[in-house]
């Protein structure tokens, strides 16, 4: 006799596995928010399949350091976002990851750019856009 193996079903879905690459990217919650932010950075046609490609994909489009500086921390912000609004559907109530994901972001990048002058309505348009280099 086999041992069984216990599979987690999506908190979000609830009709998948729950895995890494469903979480983070095959969830219909995760594929929408992504969507999302990929319309918002302008990265349209950019393909993830693994969590591995989530940020040489974005990276491709930052042309100056701080928009690589800015991209790499809306894929880090989203991936929590992501994770923290799974477990708020596991848990408790989940919130719009997406604006969510705008605020966070914002903070993230305000707090850490020194250099750069961020103006928060551009950054809720369009990121790169609000990036501007002093």
Partial sequence: MGMSQNLI??????SKEETIVHSFLD??????????????????????????DVFPGMEAEAHNKEQKLAV????????????????????KKAEDIFLQIQKDS???IDSRANRVEID???????????????
């Fill in 27 to 52: 969830c219909e919650m995760a594929v929408e928010v992504w969507g999302k932010v990929k319309l918002w950075w302008g990265l349209n046609n950019k393909e993830m399949k693994n969590v591995e």
């Fill in 120 to 134: 928060r309505s551009l950054w809720i348009l369009s990121p790169i856009i609000a990036i501007n280099p002093m």
């Fill in 72 to 91: 790499i921390s809306i894929g880090i912000v989203t991936l929590c976002d992501l994770w923290r609004n799974r477990n708020e559907a596991t848990f």
């Fill in 106 to 108: 914002f903070r993230w």
């Fill in 9 to 14: 079903t999506c908190g979000i879905c609830k």
